[in-house]
């Protein structure tokens, strides 16, 4: 039953990690659209998936928990309890949880970035025409808002998300499991083969 339940919950967060790094994509696709007026082919990926998305907010998830109900779940009962200032100290709270969340992401991107940069000669994105940035990988306001954006969802979308996910089927969820992770890793292999074959990362558009 342990090893069941340790399996399902697995697939869980497989299934939330494809599911957040889509809308990732979506959301960076939209706003370059919106942007630029044109369609840019984000990501390393041909799939429409963004996996920094799903691998920044599982590792802020796993670190930090939710605001209310993770690591800082006694200080958000604690400004719960109040009789005065509750929203004012639970304000608080989400600021320090915001400080937090502005880590993994950052971590990912520089290591992401320096590696696909030093390793295959190619950099997935560019943030060296920032004043605050960190070898072209990391950018203050961008790690800022990673942090905004992840505090909202775990404070807001993360339960609600989570609720929807464990009330799929095990099939159900297996299927998108397994089946996106052999498309991802089939879709990393054929990237990565074209990139040293032509020294330059394949784009549909």
Known sequence: MKTFAARNG???????????????????????????????DRGFLTLPL?????SAALAAYFLLGTPQR??????WDRASALPRGKGAARAGVLALYFLLACLPPALLELSVGVLFRKALHVRLWDYGYQKFQLLGSVSLIFTFLWGGLITLGMAAAWEPLCGYVRGLSYPVKRAWAVGLSVCTLADFLFNLIFLLATGKPLRLF
Not at 13 to 36: D, H, K, M, P, Q
Not at 70 to 75: A, F, K, S, T, V
Request: positive net charge.
């Open 70 to 75: 993770g690591r800082l779940g006694p200080l």
């Open 10 to 40: 697995a697939l869980d967060y497989a299934v939330i990690f494809f599911l957040i790094s889509f809308w990732g994509w979506c959301t960076e696709t939209a706003l370059f659209l919106l942007r630029w007026g044109r369609l840019s």
């Open 50 to 54: 963004c996996t920094i998305y799903g």
